[in-house]
């Protein structure tokens, strides 16, 4: 187990992902693995130096979450779709408003002290789990959440905690959830489990956290461009963060099941198009409705490109 490789793992994942997962159960172990792939690539230490742990904790959080919806019987009853407002699950606020900036920090469990989380809000006051990266459209990185708050524990319990984000360009707030706090949990004075509404637009968003009508606390976050998407597939890179260069170790989650172990994933620019690159694509898991594949490409200049997946093609925009 100590020199288990990637596809190793992945594959000691399949055996569990056989007896089928929920769409939110799937999205926390691509999560996972994102994040350890991007501690891999920047030299971060490893909170758990042998593969063996590292597959341990990608589990942890299905089964944790998975131990909380039956604790609570499903976090279906604590989230309310929509909002009353102009159009579905929006308001309208006044542009421009501020917030503080979220803070990324770690909570530690003082009954488990090799177990930590990393959130983001106001230490001491609210946060959330850290969901890797915030995307707007997206419902893979939020589709469970936990919330965490400190306080006055009556205080806490008694009303169900609004959460809302409102965007500061423009006003609009969504709706993201409600969410009945409950026991304390990593240091804090009660916690909750949740799922989060995709947030529909990119840009600066202010998190805010409220009891019947009494605002708890805000932060500001910042939510990047939607993933790059066909009919079929989502290449899980923000389109914000696409320039002209390499990239590496990129999953693309296509949503369809018995595809064969690799795949063509094709670039070409609009401006020529007669210069078609084509990668390959390597499949690294398979889920119940999902194939997650893994690989690289490289797009050489700005401009507006095309990338097909299976037949189905889509228009890039890439910025200097």
Known sequence: MANISDKQLLDRLGEFQKHGLSFEQKNRIIVSLR?????KKYGWKPMLPAAAAMLALLLVPVLFFSQLDQNQGGTGEQ??????????GHNYAEPGIKATPAERFT???????????DVVGIPGKIAVMDPFEWVAEDKRNTAKMLVFAWGEEKKLLKNPLKIEATHVDT???KLLAHAQLGSKRYGSDAHAVTSFQPIPKSGTWILSFSFAKEKFAEFSVHVKEPYVNTAVS???????????GTFEDIYLDVQQTGLPEQ??????NSDNPIKEQTYIFKKESEFADSTLYKGGFSVDAPGTWRMTVLGESTAVDIFD
């Open 107 to 117: 909570l530690h469990d003082k009954e488990h002290p090799e177990s930590s989380l």
């Open 79 to 88: 989230i309310r779709q929509g909002a009353k407002g102009s159009g579905p």
């Open 171 to 173: 006003g609009i707030t």
């Open 263 to 268: 795949i063509e994933v094709k670039w070409w």
């Open 35 to 39: 994040k350890a792939r991007t501690k």
């Open 234 to 244: 989502t290449l899980l890179i923000s389109q914000e963060d696409l320039h002209p």
